[in-house]
């Protein structure tokens, strides 16, 4: 590997050519001419952008702008040669090499954006997005996740997805490490959104339980999309990393492959993520389907928990809380309530003949699929109000929620928030205050970003019937 390093020593800057792990050997000319092509129909742009987020990891900074700010002469090619392929790195961060070799993982995360980015654009025609039905979609959710080699079969369901806040605190952080370290000593595996905080700790925990065990061929496994991948950069544990086209994607992947799912406490990526799955147990043909669903943290964050909680039923009716379980301070009972109804998973899926590796009975309706552009027009259009089937409502809430994930860490989300001022979220009046209410928590609570940049500033605007306020 022929590398230089430029810069000065504060901000050392590497250019290397390497060849790439973990098993991309071969690309077409049309692959490798798309992702050199800079053009709004090429890949290139994409590309850097996530190669840049690979290289960055360990990066406490959650503004997609600043990475690209920072290594603005940052590039990356791919090149063919006779013996395979080459990534050419050009004024790439130095913290990804050691002695001029680059770190063995964040090469072969390189290797996951290469394969998930060419995959996407040359294997999937793009009217397959637009025209797919629901279970057209859902087969390309399980085309990539094959392409990517993360199902595996033979295996009893042992996959727990742990979903929370990238912005928590230390003792919530260290809470998710001790939840993971029970996890880990049951031999289960992890997936996450693959960042920092809450999708870091549990993997972290039951990296040192794996080890005690003797256990090997562990995957923990990240699940993110180009909105999201530059804001929360890959954790170092990550050792399967998955790029999806767009966040609904992201999240149908999450619970085709998870077979039990633990909420730490987090902010509105993680109500988000709530409400998207809420919505789909509550589906009436979801009703009979298993599907583990705990909400634990520390005792400091109980608080949180209430708040959720008190959230779901004003929003979804007391019904909704038959489908989760709040465990506080409590790892290894969290741990043991998630063996439980994993047995249940396993159970069902046997007598209905379904896939371990594979949620395929879940029924996941079509609205649920389609991505959701959160602008101006879009937001200000949600229809949240209690009239409608709860599954229903639950989406729209889900997209609130992402609306404001957008205008807190996505490029295009924040561009839009500095044109036209805030999103305007309206509906429901006494759903409208409960949300009003979450949300200022939330600011309150530091959630919304992560802490030692500005003061947090709203990107939105919650309709009140006598005045109107945001957080």
């Given at each position: ?81 006779e013996r395979g392929i080459k990534i050419e790195l050009s004024n790439a961060p130095a913290q990804a090499f050691v002695d001029g070799q680059i770190i063995r993982g964040i090469n072969e995360l390189l290797v ?180 583990p669903l705990i909400f634990s943290g520390p005792a400091r964050s109980a608080a949180y928990f209430e708040q959720i909680d008190r959230f779901l039923r004003l929003a979804l009716g007391d019904a909704v809380a ?150």
């Amino acid at each position: 590997m022929n590398v230089s390093y430029t810069g000065s020593a504060g901000s050392n800057t590497v250019s290397a050519r390497i060849s790439p792990a973990g098993g991309l050997d071969i690309l077409s000319r049309n692959e490798v001419a798309r992702l050199r092509d800079a053009s709004s129909s090429g890949l290139h742009a994409l590309l850097r952008r996530c190669a840049l987020a690979v290289l960055t990891s360990g990066s406490l900074s959650d503004d997609p702008r600043s990475m690209l700010e920072l290594y603005p002469d940052f590039d990356i090619e791919v090149l063919q040669q006779e013996r395979g392929i080459k990534i050419e790195l050009s004024n790439a961060p130095a913290q990804a090499f050691v002695d001029g070799q680059i770190i063995r993982g964040i090469n072969e995360l390189l290797v996951a954006v290469v394969r998930d980015i060419v995959y996407v654009a040359t294997q999937i025609a793009p009217r397959e997005f637009t025209e797919a039905g629901s279970e057209g979609l859902t087969q390309i959710v399980f085309e990539i996740l094959r392409n990517a080699r993360i199902l595996r079969t033979h295996m009893d369901p042992n996959l727990v997805v742990c979903w929370g806040g990238h912005s928590i605190s230390r003792h919530e952080y260290d809470y998710t490490k001790a939840v993971g370290y029970q996890l880990g000593l049951r031999m289960l595996d992890i997936c996450t959104g693959c960042g920092p905080g809450a999708m870091k700790g549990p993997m972290k925990g039951a990296t040192i339980a794996h080890a005690k065990q003797r256990r090997r061929r562990n995957r923990y496994i990240g699940i993110t999309e180009p909105g999201i991948i530059a804001a929360e950069s890959p954790n170092p544990i990550v050792n399967h990393l998955m790029i999806m086209p767009d966040i609904e994607k992201r999240l149908e992947a999450f619970v085709r492959t998870g077979h039990g799912i633990i909420v730490f406490p987090g902010g509105v990526g993680t109500a988000e993520e709530i409400l998207y799955l809420l919505g789909i147990l509550l589906h009436p043909e979801n009703r009979e389907i298993p599907f583990p669903l705990i909400f634990s943290g520390p005792a400091r964050s109980a608080a949180y928990f209430e708040q959720i909680d008190r959230f779901l039923r004003l929003a979804l009716g007391d019904a909704v809380a038959e489908r989760y379980e709040i465990i506080i301070d409590d790892p290894a009972a969290v741990s043991r309530s998630m063996v439980r109804g994993l047995e249940k998973v396993r159970n069902y899926r046997l007598d209905t003949k379904d896939a371990f590796f594979f949620n395929w009975s879940l029924h996941i309706p079509y609205e649920f699929q389609q991505p959701f552009a959160p602008n101006h027009e879009a937001m200000a259009n949600l229809r949240i109000h209690r009239d409608r089937p709860r599954h229903e409502l639950a989406a729209d809430l889900r997209r609130a929620f992402s609306g404001i994930v957008a205008g807190n860490v996505k490029e295009e989300g924040m561009r839009a928030i500095e044109q036209h001022g805030p999103f305007h979220i309206d509906g429901d009046p006494e759903i409208m205050r409960a949300l009003d209410t979450l949300l200022k928590a939330f600011v309150e609570q530091q959630r919304m970003k992560l802490p030692g940049g500005t003061a947090y500033e709203p990107c939105y605007h919650v309709a009140q019937e006598e005045s109107a306020t945001s957080a």
